[in-house]
């Protein structure tokens, strides 16, 4: 299962701010291996250089403070989500230890 924990920083009359993460279940998503793109030998095997989440069309897309739980750990997006009109959503992410 794949969890987006949405954060938001909301900032009362007062000007204190709090920063509230809403964890929301995405089912159907796919993680997968990214390869690094970078081999100075082309006969070398590719380097896993992190991973690729594909989220359902209907998902909504994260932004730079959101972060993922996908089997107990954490991921945080690499760059900007690619946002595929109607067919899904693809980002690059990284394992967080």
Not at 61 to 72: E, K, T
Not at 73 to 81: I, T
Request: hydrophobic share 35%; glycine share 8%.
């Amino acid at each position: 299962m794949v969890t987006h924990v949405q954060v938001t920083t909301i900032t009362d009359d007062y000007g204190n701010t709090e920063t509230v993460e809403t964890p929301v279940d995405v089912p159907g998503c796919l993680l997968a291996p990214r390869a690094s793109s970078e081999r100075s030998d082309p006969h070398a095997p590719a380097v896993i250089s992190g991973s690729q989440l594909y989220m359902p069309a209907r998902s909504t897309p994260p932004v730079a403070a959101d972060h993922f739980l996908i089997d107990g750990k954490r991921y945080e997006a690499e760059g900007e989500a690619g946002v595929w009109s109607g067919r899904g959503i693809e980002v690059a992410v990284k394992h967080i230890p």
